[in-house]
């Protein structure tokens, strides 16, 4: 689920295999503004779809000339994004 909180956002619960659609075309709906900041910090499980989910996402929002952030990544997914070799994608350096 994808809750709003005044100019970002919140994904709770966990991204898998089996959400992993429904939250695709929920972020797409609700990220409409030029800059956007997604926090994660609230993800409870996540398995490998969570990392094509946010790739999605930021290809999105490169389409449609936005920024798009993700801060409060959970290890694991951390982790996952690491083993893809695209940790750097999700959560730039500079970022934290």
């Given at each position: ?12 619960g966990g991204i898998t295999i089996d959400n992993a659609r429904t939250l695709l075309a ?71």
């Amino acid at each position: 689920m994808i809750l709003q909180d005044g100019d970002n956002y919140k994904v709770q619960g966990g991204i898998t295999i089996d959400n992993a659609r429904t939250l695709l075309a929920e972020g797409l709906g609700q990220f409409s503004k030029d800059s956007l900041v997604v926090d994660l910090s609230q993800l409870e499980e996540v398995d490998s779809s969570a990392v094509s989910l946010l790739l999605e996402w930021l290809r999105e929002a490169q389409r449609n000339q936005r920024t798009l952030r993700f801060t409060n990544l959970p290890d694991n997914l951390k982790s996952l994004a690491t083993l893809y070799g695209v940790l750097d994608l999700i959560q730039p350096a500079d970022v934290g």
